[in-house]
């Protein structure tokens, strides 16, 4: 009877298991490598602009008609007259930021929401490249889609009460342009809950909705905060929507009806003008930088306070 038992592969002549090993080795520290490259790039990078933003902002700090204290205090920002005020052009920014998170926001987690518990794989495959595509819009497109259409709609409500150039047109559009971003890093969060969490709240007796808000959303919650961060610090940077649509006026004001100009339009609306090298125009612009900066970074660690806060809740 002849034997059918496979004989064991023999491995080929000249291999041995420490050459392998080695090859592994060395594919991991080259990733490895690259990894803390990149990573030490990134930092670096933050940190040359820290510095650049600062120093020549020193300079503008140093001129005899600037005062710091009037810089950080003031509501005027004219200075053609000597005023340095920041909170002008500060006001204008919050404000319009504001109004493109409360319009993002509920939008975006509701779509992320659809998307990820409710729509089926076709209209997935269809529904999220055809919201994204909103991404791919240029900006300055969105400026003009909010001074010609957004805001004779918003004067046919308010009537007299809001210009042609006001904030409320202006963090409308900027909600819709950053609607893709939030909803596309929150439907990956969402879809990154494990299935097992799902089925646990269905054998609760919870129905989908349930399931999808009070399970689902609170185990997210870090990858949503962080698609809120992101949004936030795209809407404060976001320069031709408000440049186009919001105004070239700089007023403290917290009324989204008037027109107002930010500090990313002020510093577009500036530079392009012809500034002399070293002036005190020219270097205010770094001083509004370094400013813009600030506030981005101020309100991104309110935002990751809060997630934490609400994420010690559901640990």
């Keep these: 009877m002849q034997n059918t038992r496979e004989q064991p592969l023999s491995p080929p002549s000249g291999f041995r298991p420490g ?44 001129d005899p008609a600037v005062t710091v204290w009037e810089f950080i205090s003031s509501t005027h920002w004219q200075p053609a ?11 204008s ?14 939008l975006g987690l509701s779509a992320a929401l659809y998307l990820s518990e409710y729509a089926s794989p076709k209209a997935r495959a269809i529904l999220k490249p055809v919201l994204e595509v909103l991404a791919g819009i240029p900006t300055v497109v969105y400026g003009y889609f909010a001074l010609l259409f957004v805001t004779p709609i918003l004067q046919t409500i308010f009537g007299e009460n809001i210009g042609v150039y006001n904030m409320l047109s202006a963090g409308l559009v900027m909600g819709i342009m950053i609607l893709p971003l939030i909803s596309s890093m929150s439907e990956d969060a969402l879809s990154a809950v494990p299935r097992s969490l799902r089925e646990a709240a269905y054998a609760m007796g919870a129905t989908p909705f349930e399931a999808s808000v009070q399970v689902v959303l609170p185990a997210a919650l870090s990858g949503i905060g962080a698609a809120v961060i992101v949004g ?13 649509a919001s105004g070239a006026t700089s007023k403290f004001t917290f009324n989204p009806l008037e027109a107002a100009e930010t500090m990313t339009a002020h510093i577009a609306r500036i530079s392009g003008g012809d500034l002399s090298y070293n002036s005190v125009d020219y270097n205010s612009l770094f001083a509004i930088a370094l400013m813009l900066f600030l506030v981005t970074l101020v309100l991104n660690l309110i935002s990751q306070w809060v997630v934490s806060k609400f994420r010690e809740q559901y640990e």
């Design 81 to 91: 007259i000597g005023e340095f005020g920041i909170w002008a052009l500060v006001s």
């Design 19 to 62: 050459d392998l090993r080695r090859k592994m080795r060395l594919s991991e520290d080259i990733i490895e490598a690259t990894l803390f490259f990149v990573g030490f790039l990134t930092i670096f990078i933050t940190i040359s602009i820290v510095i650049v933003l600062g120093d020549q902002a020193l300079l503008f700090f140093a």
């Design 93 to 106: 920014t919050l404000t319009t930021s504001a109004i493109a998170i409360l319009v993002a926001v509920p």
């Design 232 to 244: 936030i610090s795209r809407a404060v940077g976001e320069t031709m929507i408000v440049a186009v």
